[in-house]
């Protein structure tokens, strides 16, 4: 804990560095990283020489795109040879929760364990959080196993499991009286209709509410701040990166933690410009024993083309787009994103508790809702116009359901291909 907190302690103050300083130190990391991965990791010391990456005289500003990419595929195929196997003591074992197919097993070691506990929590502490703050997190996976802290009054934390019905979920709320609402954007969303159809606000009303896991929409985030009355903050990571990139009450993006990772925004195999769409790319710059060096996410995203209005010197991404193999592909050719097509539900939050758009082929499409009240056909016909004004030469057909399942994951996607 006490390595925990020198390491928090150190991103917190990275926050108020100089952004050149804080670049030039990405940039040792990744040498010191390549390096090391080139000559102990068997798998990176392959790649590297198919690759022609000369690891003793690599020069991170100069030959980062000569790196090869990685992926998940790769390195689950790799096994212990995508692993520095003589890393001193036995490390920590990290398990995705395979929502794109297969779960994903790898390790850690304990050094990075504790960097990676400081960096879960850092965009919590810098939204606001206090330590003192009591937390109700909604989550596919509760531990109910309290830690040392907690019992000390400190970071305590409570954690149900999303599905939880809202009513439930409203007792358990006045009950424990947190500050603090956390939890995937559906889960959250469900409690929301809940508190505004029965008239039942939180009580006491959060104090901060944060969102992750799976992709925020306009119309959810509207829905979350009219029920809780107050900024919803988004947080973006993977179980293999852990925290990339958070909001602040601004809302004007997603700060990029550099001093943790390097993310790269790739189009067509070339650095995307600002305010360009591309995949992200990530680089953890202090994970030794699984080194995840230009690791493809798959997910879509573009940087800002201006700061943002806190001051932080962490570069910024305007806007999250969710997976590039989750693009709506269209008859002519042309792709859309959920984010582009779905947003414009926004306007009718008072119609839907959840909604999935499936496309079952370049023309024809169906929208599940599970409707917030009875819809009468002019609902109807606004909901399918709603997603129309993105995809004007296909047909969408309404369907009313009672649920949409989540994945084994717990999170609920927002556009499938059937």
């Not at 149900?160 to 007792?171: G, K, V």
């Not at 499409?365 to 116009?385: G, H, K, Q, S, W």
Request: charged share 25%; with cysteine.
């Amino acid at each position: 804990m006490i390595t925990r907190a020198r390491y928090l302690r150190q991103m917190l103050r990275n926050e108020t560095r100089d952004p050149k300083r804080l670049r030039a130190a990405q940039f040792d990391a990744l040498e010191r990283l390549v390096r090391h991965a080139g000559t102990r990791v068997p798998f990176y010391s392959d790649l590297y020489r198919r690759h022609g990456v000369d690891v003793d005289n690599f020069d991170a500003q100069r030959d980062v795109l000569t790196l090869p990419f990685t992926s998940k595929h790769l390195l689950r195929a790799a096994g212990s040879r995508a692993q520095w196997l003589r890393g001193g003591r036995a490390g920590v074992k990290i398990s995705t929760s395979g929502s794109t197919g297969e779960p994903f097993v790898f390790t850690i070691d304990r050094d990075h364990d504790q960097w990676r506990k400081a960096q879960y929590l850092r965009p919590y502490l810098r939204a606001g959080r206090r330590f003192g703050h009591k937390v109700l997190r909604l989550t596919a996976f509760p531990e109910r196993r309290r830690s040392l802290l907690s019992k000390l009054g400190l970071l305590r934390e409570w954690q149900f499991n999303c599905a939880t019905p809202a009513f439930e979920l409203h007792s358990l709320w006045r009950e424990l009286a947190p500050d603090v609402l956390q939890g995937y954007p559906s889960a959250l969303r469900t409690l929301a209709h809940f508190c505004l159809e029965s008239g039942r606000p939180l009580e006491p009303a959060p104090r901060m509410v944060f969102s992750d896991s799976e992709l925020l929409m306009p119309d959810t985030r509207a829905l979350l701040h009219k029920a809780f009355g107050t900024v919803v903050i988004d947080i973006f990571g993977t179980y293999e990166t852990d925290n990339i990139a958070w909001q602040c009450v601004h809302n004007d993006g997603y700060h990029v933690a550099t001093d943790c990772v390097l993310l790269e925004i790739i189009r067509d195999g070339r650095p995307a410009e600002p305010g360009e769409q591309g995949e992200m790319v990530v680089t953890v710059l202090s994970n030794l024993r699984t080194p995840f060096i230009r690791y493809n996410l798959h997910d879509l995203g573009q940087f800002a083309t201006k700061p943002c209005a806190c001051g932080s010197p962490f570069p910024l991404l305007t806007r999250l787009d969710g997976r590039a193999d989750d693009l709506i592909a269209l008859d002519d050719g042309s792709s859309r994103t959920s984010m582009d097509v779905l947003g414009r539900l926004d306007r009718y939050t008072d119609l839907v508790h959840h909604y999935q758009l499936r496309q079952l082929s370049t023309r024809h499409f169906e929208l599940l809702i599970v409707p917030a009240r009875r819809l009468d056909d002019t609902d109807a016909a606004n909901l399918i116009a709603a997603v129309q004004e993105s995809l004007p030469s296909v047909v969408v057909e309404l369907k009313l359901v009672d649920s949409i399942a989540p994945q084994k994951s717990g999170k609920r996607m927002a556009f499938v291909r059937a």
